[in-house]
Nanobody, 115 residues
Framework: QVQLVESGGGVVQPGGSLRLSCAAS????????MGWYRQAPGKQRELVGT???????NYVDSVKGRFTISRDTAKNAMYLQMNSLKPGDTAEYYC?????????WGKGTLVTVSS
């Protein structure tokens, strides 16, 4: 059974940093393309970035140069390092993996950027 569990969210001031974690079970993180998504209050869930099985990463323009996706094979986890945070980054952050025709989501972790 696939399970994704996000952690690391919290309240941070503008310009601050946070690192989110996505702990996976039932899959091997390094063998799958995975992604981070976010959903701000009153808005649709949107893609933040992805990492392929080969380790290539892609990001939406709004986070390029500020956010970095990585993974730890030994811990079977994916991470999202977020720097230079802005109030507009406030959202629930989710990790996702697609296996064949099934999409698995974590339950999310809340990031609030506020002074």
């Amino acid at each position: 059974q696939v399970q994704l569990v996000e952690s690391g969210g919290g309240v941070v001031q503008p310009g601050g940093s946070l690192r989110l974690s996505c702990a996976a079970s039932g899959i091997i993180v390094s063998k799958n393309r995975m992604g981070w998504y976010r959903q701000a209050p009153g808005k649709q869930r949107e893609l933040v970035g992805t990492i392929t099985s080969g380790g290539s990463t892609n990001y939406v323009d709004s986070v390029k140069g500020r956010f970095t996706i990585s993974r730890d094979t030994a811990k079977n986890a994916m991470y999202l390092q977020m720097n230079s945070l802005k109030p507009g980054d406030t959202a629930e952050y989710y990790c996702r993996v697609d296996l064949f025709t099934t999409v698995y989501w974590g339950k999310g972790t809340l990031v609030t950027v506020s002074s």
